[in-house]
Structure formats: C-alpha cells, structure tokens
C-alpha cells in the first residue's frame, strides 16, 4: 500500500521542495541517465527524428514514467506526483500564453510591415562591421530597463535577428548575442524576478545581491563584447550593393514609413510602465492589425482573398510574403499561433518529468548527494554551480534551479564563513543564465522558439551564459571576492 509518510515538504514562499527517506541517490539518478541516453541517442544518431517530429517531447514522457516507476517503488502515491505535474503546468501558464502571443506577434508585425521596416531601417545604421556588439549592448539595455529576458527577445530580438540576417550574418551568432546582452539585463535588472528570488533564497538583500553579482558579470560581459566585436571584423558578409538591392526589395514590397514603430514603441512603453506581458503584447497584436489595414492593404489582398482573413492566417497559420529576393522571402516568414506549438508542447512535456522528479524526492536527492562532497570553499562553489546546472537540465525550470540548490546550500555557506551574496552570486552565474543553454528546458524553448533559432545553432554564441559559470568559480579558485560573515 502506498503512503507518503516518508514524503516531507520544505516550503519557500510559493515554492517547496520534497524530500524523500526512502530514496537512494542511485535510484534519482535512473530516471536522469534513462533520460540523457535517449536524448543523446535521439540527437546523435537520429537525427532528432527517432520518434518523429516530436521526439524531444516523447522522451521527456518517457522519462517521466521512468521517473514515476521509482516513485512508486518508493512508496510515493500516484496523486502526489499528479498533483505536483499539475502545480508546474501552472507555473508555466502564462509563460505559454505569452508564447502563443508572440506567435500571433510575429505574424501581425510581418503583414502590418513592421518587422521589414525594422529591417529597413536597421540595415542603413547598423553595418556589420559593429553589429553583433551592438546587438550585445542593445538586448542588454532592454533587458535592464524591463527586468525580462524574455520580453527583449519577443522585441527587439526578433528585429535584431532579421536585420542581421539580411547582412549575411549567421542567425546563429545573432541569436548569440541578443541573448547574451539579455541574460546581462536580466540578471542585473532589480526588476527580474530571478534576480530577486536568488538573495531571497540565500538570504542576502537585493542591492547587495546587485553590487556583489557585479564583480564576475561585468568582466564577463566585457569578454563577450570583445568576442563579438572579432567575431564581426571576421564574419564575411555581402557588400553595400547587396544592401542597396534588399532596400528596394523591402520598398517593393511594402509600404515603409516610420509611423509603424509606434506599435513596438507602445509595446516597450506599456512594459516600462510595469503593465503585464500579456496585455502589452496583446495590445501590440491589435495595433500591428490595424496598422496592417492602414498601410499594407494592396499586400493583405494578395496574402489571401480577403484583408481580414489575411490577418487571421498571419495570426494563426503559416505566412510567407514573396519578394524579388530570395533572401528576404525566407525572412519574412512567420508560423503563428500555430508555428509555436512544438515549444509550447516541448514546456508542457517537460514540466511532467521535472514535476514527477520533484514529487518523488529525486531533486532533492541528487542535490543532497553534490553537497555531502563539498569539503572545501571551491568544492562548495563547484558543487552549486553543478547542482544548478544539473537541475537546469533535470527540472527543466530555472526557477527550482535556484530554490533548491539555495535551500539546501545556504547553511553550508554559513558553516564556511562566507556571506549569502557569494551563494546568491553563484545561484545567478550558473543557474539563471544556463537555464538558455537546455533545449527542453522552459528557458531555451522559448527563446529558440521566439529567434526561430535552434539552441544547438546559439549555444556557443552565447558566451556570456556558458562563460557565467566558468567566472565565478575562477573567482571562487582564487579568492576573488568571496567575503566572508562579519563577526558578531
């Protein structure tokens, strides 16, 4: 008979994390290699097609059963895994709706001319001699001034990256560097709700928790833009001739003018103003619609046999816009709604297995197991960035990629000396930013979803979120930084 006696619950504001007596650390880790083998197999010897289309998403599954099997042999109840499934499909609700909001997004800012005026215009003041770091410092300004990675890739990411494909630069690098310069903004935003979960889990206050991040972010930020900034001077992209014949393609095709900025600029604006993401962005998919009927109405009779049927298709189907250029064609693209439902399903599928994992004690576990070997000051810097890291791929949520590791490392912080700023530090540099670097986890679905970017195509572009966690344990090896608890 199954019971949950052996279940106890550690809750953190809105958040828990369960342990589990009756789990070994061998059987949390069965669901983990049952999962990263079938991934593995499905990326290097499939193709990504080993189950179909969706073979991310039935391995996740598949893994969650694995997951389940062990809770069960564990004594934990079918309910209390349901029921933890259930509360991290809730947590990612919104997230979901933003995603079928930028979908809509996307095709309504295509049909109404602003994403090709952005283009328009971007390809006559950015050159590609300087892009890829202005693309790096442009995201990261968004970033700061919104407090959302997230929001600044819907925005001026996806501009970015069509204005850096038509130079002839690989979307790759572009995607690299928005979301480089976004993860900055959003780790030293103190509007980010990450950077104000991590002190509050390591029990430092938010200011401090800013100014110490600031010692291992700005160094690393200012490599990535040096990185970038070779990167641009080697990239071999078309000349000024080809610019010019993309200018009159995009002229050719729709009418440009810059009134059409006033929508992404309402769009920023009702952000500023701290309006929330789903009534922004869906004010900005009715003012694209409106615009699309002011200036591109000889192209919404061509797209379909009426304008109002044409945003419709934009909004929820797959449209393409023909140009005289094959470049732009395959640019001025969009999949809708629909276009993001292999994301949306990848989240849906992922938040089952992290759910179960968490249910069943597993994450808990293995996090348990990383902090028995933590001897020494670097071995506990090591051990969380592993943690967090591990969690990222794990739980699929960065979120519980801070609030675990921090619950369960922050009286070993205390026991060493050391100040929660250097765990709070260390939670951000290798949890927040890597969260990107998962292509199941929430994080990089989203933003490959939004780029149209896969995350095997960015990961090693964006330097600044895989060279986050290398930062802070070389200043953790060399005692760089690190303060310790001022004696009462």
Partial sequence: MQDDKNISEIKIEDQKIIDNKELNIWEALIPVF??????????????????GDYSNQYILLLGGLVAAAVGLFNKVSVNRMVAEVIENWKSVFVPIMILFLVGAL??????????????????????PEIFLPASVIIAAIISIATGSSWTTSATVGIALVG???????????IAGAVISGAYFGDKMSPLSDTTNLAPAMAGTDLFTHIKYMAYTTVPTIIVTLIVFAVLSGTIDTTGSADVSNLLVSIDNTFTITPWLFL??????????LKTKPLIALGTGVLLAAVFAFIFQSDLLNILSDTKFSSILNAIWTDVQITTDNDKLTELFSSG????????????????????????????????KALLSIATSVFGLFASTVVSCLGLNAIASDQYLALVIPGKMFKKAYEDKGLAPENLSRTLEDSGTVTSVLIPWNTCGAYQSGVLGVGVGEYFVYAIFNWLSPFTTLLFAAFRIKIKQLVKK
Wanted: charged share 5%; proline share 3%.
């Fill in 106 to 127: 996307a095709g309504t800012w295509l049909v109404s001319g602003i994403i090709p005026a952005m283009v328009y215009y971007g390809l006559q003041v950015l050159s």
């Fill in 163 to 173: 204005i850096g494909s038509a130079l002839g630069i690989p979307s790759g690098m």
């Fill in 34 to 51: 049952i999962l990263m083998g079938m991934l593995a197999y499905n990326i290097f010897y499939a193709d990504g097609a080993w189950l």
């Fill in 263 to 272: 929508v992404p600029g309402a769009v920023i604006a009702m952000i500023l």
């Fill in 336 to 367: 809708g709604i629909l276009g993001m439902l292999w994301t949306i399903l990848l989240i849906i599928c992922a938040m089952v297995f992290g759910g179960i994992m968490d249910a069943i004690g597993a994450l808990a576990k293995i996090t």
